[in-house]
T-cell receptor, first 114, second 117 residues
Framework: DTGVSQNPRHKITKRGQNVTFRCDPISEHNRLYWYRQTLGQGPEFLTYFQNEAQLEKSRLLSDRFSAERPKGSFSTLEIQRTEQGDSAMYLC????????????FGPGTRLTVL | QKEVEQNSGPLSVPEGAIASLNCTYSDRGSQSFFWYRQYSGKSPELIMSIYSNGDKEDGRFTAQLNKASQYVSLLIRDSQPSDSATYLCAVNMLLGGSNFGNEKLTFGTGTRLTIIP
């Protein structure tokens, strides 16, 4: 257990529905990252926060995706109008900025879109 | 060319032998390198980090970095069945003018390792 928690751990939804995932980082970590991983691939970067500021977004993050970190603590990732191609493991990681910037991952949320 | 390349395997190694995992990366500006282990259905778990050329040892694991060749490797000595997993190489690059790590890790597709009892 790295200290990063994610909820829910599994989510099954129908195409077209909206879903929201939550990530709670390690308490002293002010950097928070979202990644997406599909079968047989490495995690792919989606977006990143330093405190409450969203500093970088991947082009993978279409306008159906939105992420927030309103108080610089937990973060939410929302997917609107889900598509079957959104089925993946959504991973959250956190880090303490510095010369190493080591990222520690939570257990992930597995999304299945039917 | 992919940014981070790994042999997808599967790599099969007898129990007790040395497993050697390799990774190459394309960006010469990369500064930090990580190996994560991922069991099926689980999230990545940090195994090793390395930042300067040479070897870094931690228990049965040794990471090797050669920035001139843009190559990083992981050796696992005395391989155990519990080492059977997918090993992900990840690279983090310093942005120009930044004193901190990049905002993202770039991962390879992972090498699936099987330790044969």
């Amino acid at each position: 257990d790295t200290g990063v928690s994610q909820n829910p751990r599994h989510k099954i939804t129908k195409r077209g529905q909206n879903v929201t995932f939550r990530c709670d980082p390690i308490s002293e970590h002010n950097r928070l990252y979202w990644y997406r991983q599909t079968l047989g691939q490495g995690p792919e970067f989606l977006t990143y926060f330093q405190n409450e500021a969203q500093l970088e977004k991947s082009r993978l993050l279409s306008d159906r995706f939105s992420a927030e970190r309103p108080k610089g603590s937990f973060s939410t990732l929302e997917i609107q109008r889900t598509e079957q191609g959104d089925s993946a493991m959504y991973l959250c990681a956190s880090s303490l900025p510095g010369t190493t910037d080591t990222q520690y991952f939570g257990p992930g949320t597995r999304l299945t879109v039917l | 060319q992919k940014e981070v390349e790994q042999n997808s395997g599967p790599l099969s190694v007898p129990e007790g032998a040395i497993a050697s995992l390799n990774c190459t990366y394309s960006d010469r500006g990369s500064q930090s390198f990580f190996w994560y282990r991922q069991y099926s259905g689980k999230s990545p778990e940090l195994i090793m980090s390395i930042y300067s050329n040479g070897d870094k040892e931690d228990g049965r694991f040794t990471a090797q970095l050669n920035k001139a060749s843009q190559y990083v490797s992981l050796l696992i000595r005395d391989s155990q069945p519990s080492d059977s997993a997918t090993y992900l190489c990840a690279v983090n690059m310093l942005l120009g003018g930044s004193n901190f790590g990049n905002e993202k890790l770039t991962f390879g597709t992972g090498t699936r390792l099987t330790i044969i009892p």
